[in-house]
């Protein structure tokens, strides 16, 4: 009896596989292991790759930001510069008998006071130094008259003025003469100059003094490596006619 539910119990194996070799469910190769090994180091790799790049271009945006704001700051310091001496104070100097309004013409930014506090705030702000900047920057001083807008360009061992006739014009003489010092070509040329007007009915620029600055191949720290950078900014002065003291 105990035999036959011995024999009752156990598993029935299929008519003709009696003798056939069990085969196990999961088969053993050799080298398995290392291969996983190899899979694993090479996805850390990759990861930590994808990481290191990603701080890398991280640290050089942060940089970029703190340039960008900081000659935010430098150009609306830099443009309150007011050259007394030169220019004409009081209400009677500015009023204009035709249109009964008073204007800002001849009212002139000193440029060796404006460059100078323009760099020194910059170089505060971004940790340059004002050496570095002057090599890789061209400031613009703009100053409204009666005969026009006149346009003086800087830039470390060159300076040049040149006169143009409306606001609307300012666009296309400096984008000029910055293509002239900073000469470019490729899909990339035109990221290296302004643009401010729309066409000449949405013009945005008025009648008043305006500093610009431009900032040429200026390196640009990251994680892994440096990358050199161009950026521009400008601000106009805002100012009024009052009776001079």
Known sequence: MKGKMGQENRPRVPVGQENRPRVPLIAKTDGGGMGAVLMSVALMLL??????????????????????????????AAVQEIDRA??????????????????????????????????????????????????????????????GMECRFYREGYSETVLVERPEMLEAAINQRVRTLYPQTGPDADKRIIFVNG???????????????????LEINGLLRNRKVYFACFAGAKIDRRESS
């Not at 020194?120 to 061209?138: A, D, P, Y």
Request: overall charge negative; some cysteine.
């Open 199 to 217: 066409n000449i009915k949405t013009n945005q620029f008025k009648e008043r003094p305006y500093f610009f600055a431009f900032v040429r191949g």
């Open 47 to 76: 990861f930590m790759l994808v990481l290191v790049t990603s701080v890398d271009y991280g640290l050089y945006s942060m940089n970029c930001r703190v340039l960008g704001r900081g000659m935010d700051f430098a150009a609306s």
């Open 86 to 147: 030169r220019s004409r104070e009081g209400i009677s100097a500015g009023y204009d008998e035709e249109t009964g309004l008073f204007s800002v013409n001849d009212i002139y930014i000193d440029a060796d006071s404006a460059n100078r506090v323009f760099f020194t705030v910059l170089s505060q702000n971004t940790g340059f130094s004002e050496e570095e900047l002057r090599k890789h920057m061209l400031t613009v001083i703009v100053t409204p008259s009666h005969t």
